[in-house]
């Protein structure tokens, strides 16, 4: 009989650190509680990204793209596929007074662009470079959480993006709306969006 742990998997291992960073951003969050404004997006991708590359650091590789040009704030490369698999985020914030992703509608410069439209066109580009060579490229929102009324809504957790473009254009942008989707799911469920096996 061994004294050695049982060996995670690497969805494990990364859901694992997914998890811990998931954590940090709500405690950070809750620790900034109502002066969130101070601390944008940016601040929260980097923490996360921190954590999981601290915990995990051979699996994600992260690339940080000209938002304003890509509609995504970082893009995670799967480093086993040898950078074929690629991973467009675009991340927001929930507004703790409100319990609304205030930016979620967001329009691109003086285009009238949706950022989650750009988001997507970006990506089915990359897509189709992606599948060339047996990979793939997808599209995500991260959304940072702090509900006073409820920790159990408090992390990261994640939509595709198609579907917040479908929530969007329906002008849902609340925490509840979001939370009704069969898709919205913590942030630990995304090592099995990402596929390690």
Do not use: C
């Not at 960073?21 to 002066?35: G, P």
């Not at 704030?73 to 991973?87: E, N, P, Q």
């Amino acid at each position: 009989m061994s004294d050695q742990p049982p060996t995670q998997t690497p969805t494990q291992q990364l859901a694992a650190a997914l998890t811990a960073a998931s954590t940090a951003v709500a405690k950070l969050m809750q620790t900034l509680q109502l002066s969130l404004g101070a601390l944008r997006e940016e601040g929260f991708t980097a923490l996360m990204v921190g954590t999981v590359q601290d915990q995990d650091p051979d699996v994600l590789v992260p690339s940080f793209p000209n938002e304003p040009k890509t509609g995504a704030d970082l893009i995670w490369i799967d480093k086993a596929s040898g950078g074929k698999k690629l991973f467009l985020i675009q991340a927001k914030r929930l507004n703790p007074l409100t319990l609304q992703y205030d930016e979620l509608d967001h329009t691109v410069g003086s285009t009238g662009k949706l950022q989650v439209d750009l988001l997507l066109e970006t990506t089915a580009g990359i897509d189709e470079e992606a599948q060339d060579e047996g990979g793939f490229a997808k599209a995500y929102y991260f959304f940072y959480n702090f509900n006073p009324l409820s920790s159990a809504d408090n992390g990261i957790f994640w939509l595709p993006a198609d579907v917040v473009k479908t929530l969007v254009s329906q002008g849902k942008t609340s925490l509840a709306a979001l939370k009704k989707s069969s898709f919205y799911q913590p942030l630990s469920a995304f090592a099995n969006e990402v596929g390690l096996g």
